[in-house]
C-alpha cells in the first residue's frame, strides 16, 4: 500500500514536474518573442509555430510561406500574373512584411494600413489598377468593399467586383439586373452624378442594350414615358410586345383583337392608337367589308359577347333582328338570307339586290326597273309585301298603278287595255313615248331648249319630273321650274341639308351628280366672295376623301384651323404648348417647315444645325430648354470646374474643340506656333483663360533681347510663326539703313541696350575707329577726323574718297 | 513610492503600445523617414492643382482636403493630366503619363533645327552731288548675306522616378556667318557682325536648367530659371516658393544675375566694366552681379498676380539696383478685365531717368462674344544695369567731342496709349472688323558727349545735342474674312503713322499695306499664308539740309517704300514631326535727297528663306 502510495506520489511529482518544465519553456518562449500576433495569427502564437512563417528558426521570413497560407483568391498567381494592387510596381517585389506588420499585439492592424502615410485613407487606389475620381475618390472604403472573410472577419478587399452593379445594384432606380447593363458611366459621370451625360452612350435599337428598337413615335417619346421613374427595366415578360405583355394596356382582352397581334391594327408610325387604317379586313380575313361595313366600329360587329369567335359571314346571323319580313319570304331561307334583297355592306338596307328577273317571272326593265318595290308591291309593312297572281308582262293594267291609267270620265277603268300599252310605250316599265313626234318636248328638251335632257336626265320619264297632274290626274307639264332644288322640284338637297344654299349648277352639272364644277381652291360659292373661303387642297389633303374632313357632311361649318377645334385637334403631340397654329411649322406634304432661327428666341448655326431635335428635347412637347449653354452641356472634366457656365466666352457652335474665335479678335488673334502650344504655356497655375494682358511680352519677357525698350507688343515686328524672320524694317524707324549696315547685328549700333534712340552719325559708332586708326593710313591723322562720311561710304570703309572734300555727305548712316 | 512605481509601470507598458501603433500625425511629421512607407503616389503627396479630380480625393494626414499649390514655374508639370480636344492636334502639348512612365519618370521633349538665310542685291549708288575726282563704286545692298542655324533642345523631366523632383533643360546653338571686317587694305576696329541674336556670332545659350523639388507646401528650384512673377529675372541660383495657402504663395529668390540680353554662355559673364570716369577711364567690375528678391502670389476665382521687390548688385562700380514689381489680372465681371505689368525702380542707376520704368495696364472689354475693346498704356525703359551695358561699349574717346553710341548710355522712355475696337460679324464670326488708335511720345532728351579731356589733360565742357520731343499717332484698321472662297482666311489691314507736333517719333511717316490669305493643308495637318504688304516711309529731315551740328536735320533724310511678296508653310507630317518653311521677296526703293536734290537709289532685292524643322519626344 505504501509502496502505491509512493509511485502515485512519484507520478504526481513527475507530471507537477513536466508542467512546470513546460510552463517555464513557454515563460522562456513568450519571454523570447518579439510580441503577440495579431488575432488572426493567434493559432501561431505558439513556439512550435515560429518556422510556420519564419525561415529555419531565423527572424527571416519568406513570402512564399506567407502565400502558401494567404493565397485566397489566387494572390501568388495574381501577382506573377501581374495583376492587382500587390502586383504595382511600388509593391511587387516588397517583403510582406515590409507593410503587413505583425508581433504588434493582438489588435494590431494585420492589413497593412498603418505602412501607408495616412492610413487607410490615403491609400492611392490607382495601384490597384482603378483609379478612383470624383465622388468615388470620396467614398470610404468600406461602402465597396463590404465582405468579410468567415474566419477572421477582416475586411476583404481583393476581388471586389468592380462593375458599377456590384456597389450600386441598388441604388439605382432603374431596376437593371443584367451585369453589363449596369455600366452606369454610359449615362453618368463620377464627379457629377446628375445632369447625366447629354449623350447617353446606348442604343436602344441595339439588341445589346435594349430590348425593344425604337420605331416611328417612339423615337420622339421621352424616355420617362415608357420608363417611369426611369425604371429601365420594364415590368414585363415581353417589354417589346405592344399590348398587354408591354407598354399599351390592351382594352381588348376577351375579344378577338386580344388574340391577334396589336401591329395588325396600330403601327408605331401612326400618330396615335387609333388610327387602324392599317388593317385591311378583305385581305387579312377575305371579307370585304364594303362600306357600310366600313363605317360602323369594329366591335359592333366582333361583340364582347362572341369573345375570340369570329362572326359568321352570313348577314342574317348579325341582323336576324332586323328581319322585318315575317314569313313573307320564305321561299328565300330560313330565315331568309339577307343578300337575295340587301347588298352586303351596301351603304344602306335599301334592297337594290334582288334580281326580280331571276327570282320571279318578271323582269323589271326602264321604268320599272327604277320604281320602287313599294311602287307595285303595296302594303303597310315588309311583310305585307304584296303579290301579283297574274302575269305582269301580259297584263299591265293588273298592277295597280296602272290600272286607271289613262282614265277619263268616259273612260273610268281607262282608255286602253292592257295589251294596248306596248302600242305606244316602247317597252314594259318604259313610259317614255317617241318623242321625235312632240315638237313641243324638242322645244324645251332639245339640245337647243331650255333645259335640254342630256345625261342622266336623257333617261328619266316625264313624270318623274312633271309631277304635277291636271284635272284629270294626268302628267302637267306646266310650272315646272328649271331650279334643281327649288321647292317642290325634282332634287331634295338631302345631303347638304340647305346649308350650301339652292344654287346646285354652281357645283353639280345637269344630269351629273357629281360635284365636278366645285373647286375647294376657290371661295364657295363664286358669286359670293368670302362666304365660305377658299381652303386649298394640298399635298395629303388631296389624297382625303370628303368624308374624312367632312363628316356630317357639312361643308360650310367644317373649320379651318388645324388643331384648335380642327381636324388635328388629337394629333397634337405638343399638347397645346406650342400654340394652335401648326401650319407655322408643319405643311400639307408631312414636311416639317419649321425654323429654329426665325420662330424660336434661340438661333442654330453651327454644329446645332445637325444634331436631332430629341437631343436637347427629350419630348416633343418641345418643353423649353435653357438657352444657355450649361443647359445641355455640363462642364467637362478637362475645365476642372474653373470656368463655370460662360460656356461660349470661349466655345463657338463651329465645333467644340474650336477654341480658336477666343483667340482670333483683334490685337490678340493667336496663329501661327500658337496654335500648336498648350494653353497652360501661358495661362499657367490653370488661370482663367480669360486674359494674359493682350501683351506679347507677358509671356515672352525673357525672349525679349531688346532690354525691354520696345514695345510690349512683339507682334508689331515679330510674326507669330518665329521671332525670326521679322518684319521690321529699320526705314520705319526714321533710318533707312544701305549697305552694309543693313545687315549688321542690331547691337553693333546699339550696344547700349536701348533701342529708342541712338545718334545717327557715323562718328558715334566709329570713332574709334578712327582714333585707334591714328596716322597709319597715309596721308590722314585720323585722330582728328570725326566727319567719317567725307571720305567713307556706309557700306564699307573702302573705297575711300579721300581726295574730295565733300565725300559722301550726309553726316549719318542713315540714307 | 507606490505611486511613483505604478507610474512607470503604466509608462512602461505605453511605450511599446505607441512605438507598435503610430499615430497619423506622426506619420505627417516624418514625411520620408519611413523606408517602408508604400508610397501613396505624387498625386496624394503634392495634390497639384493640375491632378484631375485631386480636389475632391487628395487629403491632409489630418483628412481634409489637401492643399492645391499655385503653379508658378511657368510650366504645366501636372504629371496627371488628361488628354482633351484643345490640345489634341498641337505640337507643343505636355505629355500624359502611361502606366509605364508613372512607375518611372516622364521625359517629354522636342527638338527644334531653324535655319534662316537673307541675302540682298542692288546697284551702284549714284556719286554724291558736287563730289570732286573719282568716287569708288558704291553698292546699295549688303555686301554679305545673313546665314544661320540653329538647333534647341527642350526636355522636361518629370516625377523623376517617382520622386517629388522634376527638371528641365533648355539649350540652344547657333552657327552664324561672320563677316569680320575685312576690307581691301584695312581692317577695321569695329568687326562687323551678322544681323543674328545678341551680338551677330555664334552662341550656346542656356535659356533654362533647373531641378525642382515638389514639396506639400514648398517648391524649391535650383539652376538657370526665369522668374516670372517677379519681373521675368534670369537667375542661375536658388528659388523657393512657399504656398502659406492654396491663394497666397510667398517666392524668394537669390543668385548670379547673367547679362540681360545675353543669349550665349560666353556672354552671360563676361568681365564687367564700370561708367567712364571723369577722364574717360573704364575699371574692371568683375565679372558676376547677384540679383535676390522676395514677393508673393495671389490668386482668387477672378484675380491673379504678383509683386515684390527685386535686388540687381553689382559687385563693384554701380550701386544696387533696387525695384518693385507687379503684375496682375483682374477679372471684372464677364466683361471686363483690367491687367497690369510695373517695375518701380527706386534705388540705382535706372532710378535717375526713369523711376517708372515699365507700366503696360489696360482694360480688356468684351460684351459679348463678337465684339472687343481694348484700352492699354505702356511705358518702356531700358532696364540696362550699366556694367552690364559698358562690356560691351568701346572706350571712349577723350579728345573728340562727339556722342559716341560706344561709349554712352542714355536711357530713353517711350510711352504709348492705345485703344481698339473689333468686331466678329456674321455667322459664327466670319468676318472680323478691327480698328486701333494709338499714340505714341517720347520726351525730349539731351545727349551729352562723353567725358573728354583736353591737350592739358583738363575736362573740357560736355557738347550737348537736345532731341526734342517726338510723337506720332497711328490708325490701324483691318478686316479678315475667316472662311471665304473655298475656306481660305482673307485678311487686309493698313496703318498709318502721322506726324504730330514738329518732330514724329521714330522721325518718320509711314503707311502700311498688307494682305494675306491662309489655308489649312490636309485637314489641318497644315497650313499656309501668303502675303503681300506695301509700305512707305517719309523721314522728318527729307528734303532739309544735313548739318553735323543737328542731329534731327541729318539723321535720315529720305522716303523709302518697300513691296514684299512672300509666304510660310507648315505642315506636320506625324505627330512627332513637323516643317515649317517661309520664303519672303522684298524690293526696297529709297529715294534720298542730296543737296535738296531728291536722288533715286537703286533699288535693293532681298530674299528672306527660313525652315524649321522639329520633333518632339
Known amino acids: 500500500?505504501?509502496?502505491?502510495?509512493?509511485?502515485?506520489?512519484?507520478?504526481?511529482?513527475?507530471?507537477?514536474?513536466?508542467?512546470?518544465?513546460?510552463?517555464?519553456?513557454?515563460?522562456?518562449?513568450?519571454?523570447?518573442?518579439?510580441?503577440?500576433?495579431?488575432?488572426?495569427?493567434?493559432?501561431?502564437?505558439?513556439?512550435?509555430?515560429?518556422?510556420?512563417?519564419?525561415?529555419?528558426?531565423?527572424?527571416?521570413?519568406?513570402?512564399?510561406?506567407?502565400?502558401?497560407?494567404?493565397?485566397?483568391?489566387?494572390?501568388?498567381?495574381?501577382?506573377?500574373?501581374?495583376?492587382?494592387?500587390?502586383?504595382?510596381?511600388?509593391?511587387?517585389?516588397?517583403?510582406?512584411?515590409?507593410?503587413?506588420?505583425?508581433h504588434k499585439g493582438k489588435d494590431y492592424d494585420p492589413m497593412g494600413w498603418?505602412?501607408?502615410?495616412?492610413?487607410?485613407?490615403?491609400?492611392?487606389?490607382?495601384?490597384?489598377?482603378?483609379?478612383?475620381?470624383?465622388?468615388?475618390a470620396a467614398t470610404d472604403c468600406n461602402d465597396c468593399h463590404k465582405a468579410k472573410s468567415k474566419e477572421q472577419g477582416l475586411r476583404v478587399f481583393m476581388g471586389t467586383d468592380r462593375g458599377c452593379g456590384s456597389c450600386h445594384a441598388k441604388d439605382q432606380p432603374h431596376k437593371?439586373?443584367?451585369?453589363?447593363?449596369?455600366?452606369?458611366e454610359r449615362c453618368h459621370g463620377e464627379s457629377v452624378w446628375k445632369p447625366a451625360k447629354p449623350a447617353m452612350q446606348f442604343n436602344h435599337d441595339d439588341r445589346k442594350d435594349a430590348t425593344m428598337p425604337l420605331l416611328g413615335r417612339h423615337k420622339d417619346v421621352a424616355c420617362t414615358k415608357c420608363h417611369v421613374k426611369n425604371v429601365y427595366k420594364l415590368p414585363f415578360a415581353k417589354p417589346d410586345s405592344c399590348g398587354n405583355a408591354g407598354c399599351h394596356q390592351s382594352p381588348h382582352s376577351g375579344h378577338l383583337f386580344g388574340a391577334r397581334p396589336c401591329e395588325w391594327c396600330h403601327s408605331p408610325t401612326f400618330k396615335d392608337l387609333a388610327n387602324t387604317q392599317v388593317f385591311d379586313h378583305s385581305e387579312r380575313t377575305r371579307f370585304d367589308l364594303g362600306p357600310a361595313h366600313r363605317k360602323i366600329k369594329c366591335e359592333q360587329c366582333h361583340t364582347k359577347a362572341l369573345g375570340e369567335v369570329k362572326p359568321s359571314r352570313a348577314c342574317e346571323q348579325c341582323h336576324a333582328k332586323d328581319n322585318k319580313h315575317g314569313d313573307r319570304f320564305k321561299e328565300f331561307g330560313s330565315p331568309p338570307r339577307c343578300e337575295t334583297c340587301h347588298p352586303s355592306g351596301g351603304p344602306k338596307w335599301t334592297p337594290n339586290n334582288f334580281n326580280h328577273g331571276a327570282h320571279t317571272k318578271f323582269k323589271l326593265e326602264f321604268k320599272h326597273a327604277e320604281v320602287t318595290c313599294r311602287a307595285c308591291h303595296r302594303g303597310s309593312s315588309p311583310s305585307e309585301f304584296e303579290r301579283f297572281a297574274l302575269n305582269p308582262n301580259k297584263d299591265c293594267k293588273s298592277c295597280h298603278a296602272h290600272a286607271r291609267v289613262h282614265a277619263d270620265d268616259e273612260h273610268p277603268d281607262g282608255k286602253y287595255k292592257s295589251a294596248q300599252c306596248l302600242q305606244c310605250h316602247r317597252n314594259g316599265g318604259n313610259i317614255i313615248v317617241d318623242t321625235k313626234r312632240s315638237a313641243i318636248i324638242t322645244e324645251v328638251h332639245g339640245p337647243t331648249g331650255t333645259f335640254p335632257l342630256v345625261k342622266r336626265h336623257k333617261d328619266v320619264p316625264c313624270a318623274a319630273c312633271h309631277t304635277g297632274r291636271d284635272k284629270k290626274g294626268k302628267t302637267s307639264f306646266s310650272?315646272?321650274?328649271?331650279?334643281?332644288?327649288?321647292?317642290?322640284?325634282?332634287?331634295?338637297?338631302?345631303?347638304?341639308?340647305?346649308?350650301?344654299?339652292?344654287?346646285?349648277?354652281?357645283?353639280?352639272?345637269?344630269?351629273?351628280?357629281?360635284?365636278?364644277?366645285?373647286?375647294?381652291?376657290?371661295?364657295?360659292?363664286?358669286?359670293?366672295?368670302?362666304?365660305?373661303a377658299a381652303f386649298p387642297l394640298k399635298g395629303e389633303h388631296r389624297k382625303n376623301k370628303c368624308e374624312a374632313c367632312h363628316p356630317q357632311r357639312k361643308f360650310a361649318e367644317t373649320p379651318t384651323t388645324c388643331a384648335s377645334d380642327g381636324c388635328h385637334k388629337q394629333d397634337d403631340a405638343h399638347r397645346g404648348r406650342l400654340g394652335d397654329k401648326c401650319e407655322q411649322c408643319h405643311v400639307e406634304t408631312g414636311d416639317n417647315i419649321f425654323n429654329h432661327n426665325t420662330m424660336s428666341a434661340f438661333k442654330l448655326d453651327g454644329k446645332h444645325l445637325t444634331v436631332r431635335c430629341s437631343d436637347c428635347h427629350p419630348s416633343v412637347t418641345f418643353k423649353p430648354r435653357p438657352t444657355d449653354c450649361f443647359g445641355c452641356h455640363p462642364e467637362p472634366a478637362v475645365h476642372k470646374g474653373q470656368y463655370g457656365t460662360g460656356c461660349a466666352q470661349c466655345h463657338t457652335t463651329r465645333t467644340w474643340g474650336d477654341v480658336k474665335p477666343l483667340h482670333d479678335v483683334g490685337d490678340f488673334s493667336l496663329r501661327g506656333m500658337h496654335d500648336n502650344i498648350a494653353c497652360e504655356r501661358c495661362h499657367r497655375d490653370n488661370r482663367p483663360l480669360a486674359g494674359s494682358g493682350n501683351l506679347c511680352i507677358n509671356c515672352h519677357r525673357q525672349d525679349d533681347i531688346h532690354n525691354n525698350s520696345l514695345s510690349p507688343r512683339c507682334g508689331e515686328c515679330h510674326t507669330q510663326w518665329s521671332f525670326a524672320p521679322a518684319r521690321f524694317d529699320h526705314s520705319r524707324a526714321g533710318c533707312n539703313l544701305t549697305g552694309l549696315h543693313r545687315t549688321i547685328a542690331c547691337f553693333d549700333c546699339h550696344k547700349n541696350g536701348n533701342?529708342?534712340?541712338a545718334s545717327p552719325l557715323c562718328v558715334s559708332c566709329h570713332r574709334d575707329d578712327a582714333f585707334r586708326q591714328g596716322t597709319t593710313f597715309p596721308g590722314v591723322d585720323h585722330k582728328a577726323q570725326v566727319a567719317c562720311a567725307t571720305c567713307h561710304n556706309p557700306n564699307s570703309w573702302l573705297p575711300a574718297n579721300i581726295n574730295m572734300t565733300t565725300g559722301f555727305k550726309l553726316e549719318s548712316v542713315c540714307r | 513610492m507606490t505611486r511613483i512605481l505604478v507610474s512607470l509601470l503604466v509608462i512602461g507598458a505605453a511605450i511599446p503600445h505607441a512605438a507598435a501603433k503610430p499615430k497619423a500625425s506622426d506619420d505627417a511629421a516624418d514625411d520620408d523617414s519611413d523606408d517602408r512607407e508604400v508610397r501613396p503616389t505624387r498625386k496624394a503627396r503634392a495634390a497639384r492643382p493640375d491632378d484631375d479630380g485631386a480636389a475632391s480625393k487628395a487629403t491632409d494626414a489630418a483628412g481634409g482636403p489637401a492643399l492645391q499649390k499655385q503653379d508658378l514655374n511657368g510650366h504645366d508639370l501636372g504629371a496627371s493630366k488628361q488628354d482633351n480636344v484643345f490640345e489634341r492636334d498641337r505640337f507643343f502639348v505636355d505629355k500624359i503619363d502611361s502606366s509605364k512612365t508613372a512607375q518611372?519618370?516622364?521625359?517629354?521633349?522636342?527638338?527644334?533645327?531653324?535655319?534662316?538665310?537673307?541675302?540682298?542685291?542692288?546697284?551702284?549708288l549714284a556719286a554724291p552731288a558736287n563730289s570732286m575726282g573719282a568716287v569708288g563704286a558704291v553698292p546699295s545692298a549688303s555686301g554679305f548675306s545673313r546665314l544661320f542655324t540653329d538647333l534647341r533642345l527642350q526636355t522636361d523631366?518629370?516625377?523623376?522616378?517617382?520622386?517629388?523632383?522634376d527638371a528641365r533643360v533648355d539649350v540652344r546653338g547657333r552657327m552664324v556667318t561672320e563677316p569680320g571686317g575685312t576690307t581691301d587694305g584695312f581692317t577695321p576696329t569695329t568687326q562687323a557682325t551678322s544681323q543674328s541674336g545678341f551680338l551677330g556670332k555664334n552662341e550656346l545659350e542656356i535659356k533654362e536648367l533647373w531641378l525642382v523639388r515638389n514639396g506639400v507646401r514648398s517648391d524649391v528650384f535650383f539652376g538657370r530659371q526665369f522668374v516670372p512673377d517677379l519681373g521675368g529675372v534670369k537667375i542661375d541660383g536658388l528659388r523657393v516658393d512657399y504656398a502659406s495657402s492654396a491663394k497666397f504663395t510667398l517666392l524668394g529668390f537669390g543668385g548670379l544675375y547673367p547679362v540681360r540680353g545675353s543669349r550665349s554662355i560666353d556672354t552671360d559673364y563676361t568681365p564687367l566694366l564700370s561708367n567712364p570716369a571723369a577722364d574717360g577711364t573704364r575699371s574692371s567690375a568683375g565679372r558676376f552681379t547677384t540679383a535676390g528678391g522676395f514677393g508673393a502670389a495671389y490668386r482668387t476665382p477672378d484675380a491673379y498676380g504678383s509683386f515684390g521687390?527685386?535686388?540687381?548688385?553689382?559687385?563693384?562700380?554701380?550701386?544696387?539696383?533696387?525695384?518693385?514689381?507687379?503684375?496682375?489680372?483682374?477679372?471684372?465681371?464677364?466683361?471686363?478685365?483690367?491687367?497690369?505689368?510695373?517695375?518701380?525702380?527706386?534705388?540705382?542707376?535706372?532710378?535717375?531717368?526713369?523711376?517708372?520704368?515699365?507700366?503696360?495696364?489696360?482694360?480688356?472689354?468684351?460684351?459679348?462674344?463678337?465684339?472687343?475693346?481694348?484700352?492699354?498704356?505702356?511705358?518702356?525703359?531700358?532696364?540696362?544695369?550699366?556694367?552690364?551695358?559698358?562690356?560691351?561699349?568701346?572706350?571712349?574717346?577723350?579728345?573728340?567731342?562727339?556722342?559716341?553710341?560706344?561709349?554712352?548710355?542714355?536711357?530713353?522712355?517711350?510711352n504709348e496709349g492705345r485703344g481698339s475696337l473689333s468686331a466678329g460679324l456674321g455667322e459664327l464670326q466670319r468676318f472680323e472688323i478691327t480698328a486701333a488708335v494709338a499714340y505714341r511720345y517720347r520726351g525730349a532728351v539731351t545727349l551729352t558727349a562723353p567725358p573728354q579731356l583736353d591737350a592739358t589733360g583738363k575736362p573740357v565742357m560736355a557738347a550737348t545735342f537736345p532731341l526734342p520731343a517726338a510723337q506720332s499717332v497711328e490708325v490701324y484698321g483691318g478686316i479678315t474674312d475667316r472662311r471665304s472662297i473655298k475656306d481660305l482666311r482673307l485678311g487686309v489691314d493698313g496703318s498709318r503713322i502721322l506726324g504730330v507736333g514738329s518732330s514724329t517719333y521714330q522721325r518718320t511717316s509711314s503707311t502700311t499695306l498688307r494682305a494675306s490669305a491662309a489655308h489649312d493643308l490636309a485637314n489641318g495637318r497644315g497650313e499656309w499664308e501668303g502675303e503681300v504688304a506695301y509700305n512707305s516711309t517719309r523721314d522728318d529731315s527729307a528734303g532739309k539740309t544735313c548739318s553735323t551740328t543737328d542731329l534731327v536735320s541729318c539723321s535720315g533724310a529720305a522716303q523709302s517704300s518697300i513691296v514684299s511678296l512672300g509666304g510660310n508653310v507648315y505642315y506636320r507630317f506625324t505627330r512627332d514631326w513637323f516643317a515649317m518653311g517661309s520664303v519672303f521677296l522684298n524690293y526696297t526703293s529709297i529715294t534720298h535727297f542730296d543737296m535738296m536734290t531728291s536722288v533715286a537709289d537703286p533699288a535693293v532685292i532681298g530674299l528672306t528663306g527660313f525652315l524649321r524643322i522639329a520633333y518632339r519626344f
Not at chain 1, 68 to 85: E, P, S, V, Y
Not at chain 2, 157 to 165: A, L, Q, V
Not at chain 2, 385 to 397: G, M, R, Y
Open chain 1, 114 to 136: 498603418s505602412s501607408i502615410k495616412g492610413g487607410q485613407k490615403a491609400f492611392d487606389h490607382e495601384l490597384t489598377g482603378w483609379q478612383l475620381k470624383g465622388k468615388h
Open chain 1, 479 to 532: 310650272e315646272l321650274k328649271p331650279n334643281c332644288n327649288a321647292a317642290g322640284q325634282c332634287h331634295e338637297d338631302s345631303l347638304h341639308k340647305g346649308t350650301l344654299g339652292d344654287k346646285c349648277l354652281g357645283c353639280h352639272s345637269s344630269g351629273v351628280w357629281d360635284a365636278l364644277k366645285f373647286d375647294h381652291d376657290q371661295p364657295f360659292p363664286k358669286d359670293a366672295k368670302g362666304q365660305v
Open chain 2, 157 to 165: 523631366f518629370r516625377h523623376i522616378g517617382t520622386s517629388r523632383w
Open chain 2, 309 to 414: 521687390g527685386v535686388v540687381l548688385a553689382p559687385l563693384s562700380s554701380e550701386s544696387p539696383r533696387i525695384f518693385g514689381t507687379s503684375s496682375g489680372y483682374w477679372r471684372y465681371g464677364t466683361k471686363l478685365d483690367f491687367y497690369h505689368f510695373v517695375v518701380l525702380d527706386v534705388l540705382g542707376s535706372n532710378a535717375v531717368n526713369a523711376g517708372l520704368t515699365n507700366l503696360s495696364a489696360g482694360v480688356n472689354w468684351k460684351p459679348d462674344q463678337r465684339l472687343r475693346g481694348t484700352l492699354s498704356f505702356n511705358r518702356v525703359d531700358t532696364e540696362t544695369l550699366n556694367v552690364q551695358a559698358q562690356a560691351f561699349l568701346s572706350n571712349p574717346d577723350p579728345n573728340a567731342n562727339v556722342i559716341q553710341n560706344e561709349a554712352y548710355i542714355q536711357r530713353i522712355a517711350t
Open chain 1, 755 to 757: 533701342f529708342a534712340g
Open chain 1, 176 to 184: 437593371l439586373v443584367k451585369k453589363d447593363l449596369l455600366a452606369c
Open chain 1, 1 to 102: 500500500m505504501t509502496r502505491v502510495v509512493g509511485r502515485a506520489l512519484a507520478l504526481a511529482a513527475l507530471l507537477l514536474l513536466s508542467l512546470l518544465v513546460r510552463a517555464a519553456l513557454a515563460d522562456q518562449f513568450f519571454g523570447s518573442s518579439p510580441g503577440p500576433l495579431t488575432r488572426s495569427h493567434a493559432t501561431l502564437d505558439a513556439q512550435d509555430h515560429c518556422n510556420d512563417c519564419h525561415v529555419g528558426d531565423s527572424k527571416e521570413l519568406s513570402n512564399d510561406k506567407c502565400l502558401g497560407c494567404h493565397d485566397h483568391q489566387n494572390l501568388g498567381a495574381r501577382i506573377a500574373g501581374g495583376k492587382g494592387f500587390h502586383a504595382s510596381a511600388q509593391v511587387k517585389g516588397k517583403k510582406c512584411e515590409s507593410c503587413h506588420h505583425e
Open chain 2, 104 to 124: 518611372g519618370t516622364l521625359v517629354q521633349g522636342s527638338i527644334t533645327s531653324t535655319s534662316f538665310g537673307y541675302h540682298e542685291s542692288g546697284g551702284t
